[in-house]
């Protein structure tokens, strides 16, 4: 079983930057996607971005070109560097991985940009 905890999060101006990271108890590379999902109040939770255990990546088309997804196995850590960031960009962010038998979920950490 593995554990997710986020951190990172906080209030930002517009146009500046923030990095998200999820360290796992266990080893990430059990863990065949892991990604990257945000929930604003009186939405629904939605993904922006993720990465298969080959490295392979995935955006949502609002943050395609400003945020970027990585993992670092040695140290059973996921990043998400988010650049250029816009007020819409507040919510929630939650860590996500899956492996063959189930879904994992962090805690979330609150991202504030403000304008």
């Known amino acids: 079983q593995v554990q997710l905890v986020e951190s990172g999060g906080g209030l930002v101006q517009a146009g500046g930057s923030l990095r998200l990271s999820c360290a796992a108890s266990?080893?990430?590379?059990?863990?065949?996607?892991m990604g990257w999902y945000r929930q604003a109040p009186g939405k629904q939770r939605e993904l922006v971005a993720a990465?298969?255990?080959?490295?392979?990546?995935a955006y949502a088309d609002a943050v395609k070109g400003r945020f970027t997804v990585s993992r670092d196995s040695a140290k059973n850590t996921l990043y998400l560097q988010m650049n250029n960031l816009k007020p819409e960009d507040t919510s929630v962010y939650y860590c996500?991985?899956?492996?063959?038998?189930?879904?994992?979920w962090g805690q979330g950490t609150q991202v504030t940009v403000s304008s």
């Open positions: 996500q991985g899956e492996d063959t038998f189930r879904t994992y």
């Open positions: 266990g080893s990430i590379s059990s863990l065949t996607v």
């Open positions: 990465i298969t255990s080959g490295d392979r990546t």
